[in-house]
């Protein structure tokens, strides 16, 4: 019997600079709160998403980014963001993520759905931008395998 693949939770209420006119969570915040998902992941796991070094720096730029809306969330809804790492190689992460409006506590109907590919690389001086490989360990790591 396959088990569901392990997640991380982060819970939030919408605030209201994350609403429209029309009183709805505006879409873009659903990628930050992607964002704030991964980053509290990576606290988690004691790993840095970002780090300057000398002449440039090193962290997870976004090559992939998507979500799909299902439910509306307004001001003051409490939310539930779901992260499960769903691939790990030796220079990216692919991760899923689940939004759940909370309700009595627990989850009540998902919101919305979305994914999201990191590439680790460097930023050079000029600017530019190589992929290199994930510190040793990290992809295992990443997995819950480490």
């Not at 509290?40 to 796991?45: D, E, G, K, Q, V």
């Not at 090193?58 to 499960?84: K, N, T, W």
């Amino acid at each position: 019997m396959a088990s569901n693949p392990p997640h991380h939770t982060i819970r939030r209420r919408v605030e209201f600079s994350e609403t429209d006119c029309a009183g709805l969570v505006h879409f873009s915040n659903y990628f930050r709160w992607m964002e704030a998902a991964e980053a509290s992941y990576f606290r988690h796991l004691d790993l840095s998403l970002f780090a300057l070094e000398p002449g440039g720096g090193r962290g997870f730029p976004r090559v992939r980014a998507d979500c799909q809306f299902s439910h509306p969330l307004r001001f003051e809804d409490l939310i539930e963001v779901r992260l499960y790492v769903e691939e790990t190689t030796a220079r990216s992460v692919t991760y899923r993520f689940t939004f759940y409006k909370v309700e009595d506590g627990g989850a009540g109907p998902r919101v919305a759905k979305g994914g999201m590919t990191t590439i680790f690389a460097r930023r050079h001086p000029d600017n530019r931008l190589e992929a290199i490989t994930l510190p040793e360990g990290w992809a295992e790591q990443l997995k819950g395998e480490g």
